[in-house]
Structures are given as structure tokens and as C-alpha cells.
């Protein structure tokens, strides 16, 4: 049987592609293995790789304001990403790189099962898009939408957003971040009822 563990412990022994050369942690991702959501970023950035977990930088400070707005938080959804070792001085992933890693991805949707995927920026939407064979043109034109979709032979619905590290100096980013987290909390009923 596969296991999330096992995953994660291949990822850090990992040398398919040359980010292993640099890095000081892999990062497999964390968070709760029957997450009905799950969030895939783009690759670890500095402090990831120093601490070998996702988004913990200011991005993931965001990330965690964003997802208290949509009723959630960090041990109810599953965080990875794309790219699980950091590319130098955070340049975007190259195809072979992607490649490379995102088998190990398919194999995590594959173990969670999640029912919604959200995906932050460009590459990871690109990602998830080609495999429920759809064409990607521009975040902006799909960001906040659901948008129902078979990938790995499970039934998901794919819920595309802007990147939060691009926010972090853009408040209109921001504004566009905090609107589609705060759908997808009326989208998925989490609604507290006190
Ligand atoms: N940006 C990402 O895409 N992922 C992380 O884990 C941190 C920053
Ligand atoms: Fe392996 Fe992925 Fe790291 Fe490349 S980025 S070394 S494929 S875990």
C-alpha cells in the first residue's frame, strides 16, 4: 500500500534532478492525510528549505491568513508543492525539473484523494491543468473559479488563485487572494455554526 510517509521519506532521499545539489531540506509537504483539500504551491522558497516544510516564510504567514478566512486551517488541508526542492535564489522551476518531481505529486493526490485542489500561481495551475487535459492560458482568467475535472481518475473540482508570495507587495493581488478564499469558504459550506 502506498503511504504518505513513504513518500515523503523518498522525496528527501530524492536525487532525481540537480536541486538536490543545493538544497538543505526537501520539502514533501504536510497536513492532514485524509484532507478533503489540498493546496499546491509552486517549489520551497529559503525558509522552506531551511525547515523542510511548505510555505513558513512570509507567504505562508499570508497563506495562513488566507486560509482562516475560508473557515480552514493548516492541519485541515494538505500543503505541498509542484517542485519539492528549492530551485537557487528561488527562480522559477524549469520543465525538466517539474518533470522530474511531480511524480511524486500524482502519487499524494493519488493516496489523499482529495475533493478540491486549489492552486497557487501560474505553475502549479499549468501543472493540474495539463493533467485533466485542459489548456491554461492565464491565472487571471480562471482564478476563483471551480471548475469540475478528472485527474488521476479521481473526481475533483480545481479551484486556481493567484500566487501568495506575488500579493506580498501588490495589494490588489491581495484584495484578489482574500476574495477567492473567502468563495471558497461558501463554496465548501465552512460555515461556523456557533
Ligand atoms: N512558495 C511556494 O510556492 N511554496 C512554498 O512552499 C513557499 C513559497
Ligand atoms: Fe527529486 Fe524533486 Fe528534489 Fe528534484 S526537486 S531532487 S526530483 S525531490
Known amino acids: 500500500m502506498e503511504d504518505l510517509d513513504k513518500i515523503a521519506e523518498e522525496i528527501r532521499n530524492c536525487k532525481k534532478c540537480p536541486l538536490h545539489k543545493n538544497r538543505k531540506n526537501a520539502v514533501p509537504g504536510e497536513g492532514d492525510k485524509k484532507a478533503e483539500i489540498m493546496l499546491i504551491g509552486e517549489a520551497p522558497g529559503r525558509n522552506e528549505d531551511e ?16 486560509l482562516s478566512i475560508a473557515g480552514l486551517s493548516r492541519e485541515r488541508v494538505f500543503i505541498t508543492n509542484v517542485v519539492k526542492c528549492r530551485p537557487p535564489g528561488n527562480r522559477d522551476p524549469t520543465q525538466e ?27 502549479s495551475t499549468s501543472y493540474i491543468f495539463r493533467l485533466a487535459g485542459r489548456d491554461f492560458r492565464s491565472i487571471m482568467a480562471v482564478r476563483g473559479e471551480f471548475i469540475k475535472a478528472k485527474i488521476l481518475g479521481l473526481d475533483v473540482r480545481i479551484m486556481p488563485t493567484l500566487h501568495p508570495a506575488a500579493s506580498l507587495y501588490n495589494p490588489a493581488i491581495r484584495k ?7 468563495k471558497l469558504k461558501k463554496e465548501e ?3 461556523d455554526f456557533l
Do not use: M, W
Open 51 to 66: 525547515q523542510g516544510r511548505p510555505f513558513v516564510g512570509a507567504a505562508g504567514a499570508f497563506l495562513n491568513e488566507l
Open 97 to 123: 525539473e517539474i518533470d522530474s518531481c511531480s511524480p511524486y505529486l500524482n502519487r499524494q493526490i493519488a493516496v489523499i484523494r482529495p475533493k478540491t485542489i486549489i492552486t497557487l500561481g501560474r505553475h
Open 176 to 182: 484578489f487572494l482574500v476574495e477567492d478564499f473567502s
Open 189 to 191: 459550506g465552512l460555515i
